[in-house]
């Protein structure tokens, strides 16, 4: 691990209001990044991440993920005091596993007074040679950090953040080179590599060998945190999916599908109803499906749209009445509706609910990215369908989808 700190060369932001506002505000326009820290904290399992602004004076925080109570906020103007484990921003990556069994760091002021015992930060550099800071997690237990495919995984998405503020400082001056498809495709190729091999192969190993320990093991107990490790990286993988989705749907040409003529379209819908039942048995699903004939589809991306629609309605639905779920063809469409009591959709968020990262608000829904729903909007333009949702106190919330026939 290097502690050097920023060469002489290297082109710094200032240290003015309005300097450090304007970094804030470029960070903050990238659209993606509550999903980057997200991924941090997934890939690694710690429960803190942050976007990092360093100059030789100032470390302010321009974005932060904090499940571990660190109490450090976005536009905090003094992230030293909780993250100050560098000296000063570092020109090369920092991992820390365990900072308690290391005599360079057990005694830092930020390890006694914040309990932090791992650390990993990696600076972003833009093509343009400006350190503007780093992307770095930490958490109050020791984590293995040090891995050459974690700190492969923080310089990819360091390099996405380079990519964005360099894209913006361009776009404010007027080059349009930077903007051009290029740049774009460059952006999604690169996070789409990092998420669908780096993190794959790792998840992989991750399931395999909880796999193997949960058929091994003889202990009950043992058994038993094996098949939580094995549904966390089931869980992860389903994130990753997502996250591959909002890629081609947000950056790329949407959606991709693959329509077929399909005559059981009936037997998968309710083959997601029973799956969601298994998993929810203390609130019953009520289904009506009936689909006859051909639907021209992607049976696996229909299956995904009432996954999501379900598993929405279960989340916010009332306990006190079924969720209640209808598919038939009517008019040359087939119509899905998935419908749930409980509190209603605020009127001026009823037309954001489709949009990526959007969230009720709940503790239970925070933990979750928000794409569910934007995802089954993206699967129904793609089958050139519509989808809406109405919201009130005295009817529930049901969301309807047409998609057509023959599509």
Known sequence: MSMAPAESGTILGGDSPEEIAADI???????????????????TGMGFAAVVRMTENTWTACAVKDDIGLGLTGGQPDARTILGIEPRAAAAPIAIDDAGAD????????????????????????????????????????????????????????????????????GQQGLAAVRDERVVTELREQFAAILGHDLRNALQAVFSGSALLQRKLSDPALQLIAGRIKTGATRMSGLINDVLDFIHGRLGG???????????????LLAVVQGLQAANPKHPILAQVDVPGMVRCDPGRMQQLASHLIGNALMHGSLEQPVQVAARIDGGCLILQVWNAGEPIPEESVARIFEPFWRRGSAQDRQRLGLGLFMSAQIVRAHQGTIKVTSTKEHGTQVTVLIPLQG
Do not use: W
Not at 146 to 151: E, G, L, M, N, R
């Open 254 to 268: 949407g959606i991709a599908v693959e329509m077929r003529n399909m005559g059981d379209i009936g037997e998968r």
């Open 103 to 170: 005599p360079r760091y057990r005694d830092y002021p930020v390890r006694t007074l914040h309990r932090i015992e791992s650390y990993v930060s990696v600076p972003i550099v833009t093509a343009g040679g400006r350190r503007f800071g780093s992307l770095c997690a930490v958490d109050t237990r020791p984590r293995r950090v040090s891995d050459p495919k974690i700190i492969g995984i923080f310089e990819g998405l360091a390099g996405l953040l380079a990519l964005h503020l360099e894209g913006r400082a361009a």
């Open 25 to 43: 505000g470029s960070v903050g326009s990238f659209e993606a990044l509550p999903l980057l820290l997200q991924v941090v904290c997934r890939a």
